[in-house]
């Protein structure tokens, strides 16, 4: 099993450009999440999504879209990317159910935004 | 509101010592779980070590235990024997169970320098 993949690792935008950031879990999990991590502020989260086909917001959804068209995949949209929006992005799943509580982290994609 | 609190931002440590992490946490849900993740530099996110709230009993996973002391809202980590590779930043994380949305409330982390 490959566990949690993002597509991609690094990527560096100009001010006002989109990207879509992809994440990719084998492990057939219903909930899937999108963090930021910034220094001296942990881990924040943006949307989530407990199943396919559902959405939600987090804690900074501000500036993000989300779609998770298929269980495996859920999928981070910037349509116009600001300097603020530079961070380090994580993707996370967790198993069925609402008594289970790890999540596992994809490797992480570093977004720079100037 | 549900908070985590890592008051140490930078700690170091001889390596084969014993370093503890401390951690406080406010919630007012009795039923919840506590876990406590390493990031290397690699920047990938590994579970350490989880306690259930409902258990007295402190958690250990080989050289990492926990000190968890419910009524005051405290879950340090004890590295014991610190190797090189501990060399990480570690998140203090909680979330409420059972939980249909399973959202994790991290803390805003400690970073751990292991000398040799």
């Known amino acids: 099993n490959a566990g949690v993949t993002q597509t991609p690792k690094f990527r560096v935008l100009k001010t006002g450009q989109s990207m879509t950031l992809l994440c990719a879990q084998d492990?057939?999990?219903?909930?899937m999440y999108w963090y930021r991590q910034d220094p001296g502020m942990g881990l924040r989260l943006i949307h989530y999504s407990v199943g396919e086909g559902t959405t939600a917001k987090g804690e900074v959804p501000d500036g993000y879209n989300v779609s998770r068209l298929k269980k495996q995949n859920f999928l981070l949209g910037l349509e116009s990317a600001a300097p603020s929006q530079t961070s380090v992005y994580f993707c996370?799943?967790?198993?069925?159910?609402?008594?289970?509580?790890?999540?596992?982290f994809g490797p992480g994609t570093r977004l720079t935004v100037t | 509101a549900q908070t985590v609190t890592q008051s140490q931002p930078e700690m170091s440590v001889q390596e084969a010592e014993t370093v503890t992490l401390s951690c406080t946490y406010d919630t007012s849900e009795s039923n919840y779980y506590l876990f406590w993740y390493k990031q290397p530099p690699s920047r990938q996110m590994i579970l350490v070590i989880r306690q259930e709230a409902y258990k007295q009993q402190n958690a250990t996973e080989n050289r990492f235990s926990v000190n968890f002391q419910k009524a005051a809202k405290s879950f340090s980590l004890k590295i014991s024997d610190s190797q090189l590779g501990d060399t990480a930043m570690y998140f203090c994380a909680f979330i409420v169970g059972p939980s249909n949305t399973g959202k994790l409330i991290f803390g805003q982390g400690t970073t751990l320098q292991v000398k040799p």
């Open positions: 996370a799943s967790r198993g069925p159910g609402p008594n289970h509580y790890e999540q596992y």
């Open positions: 492990m057939n999990h219903e909930y």
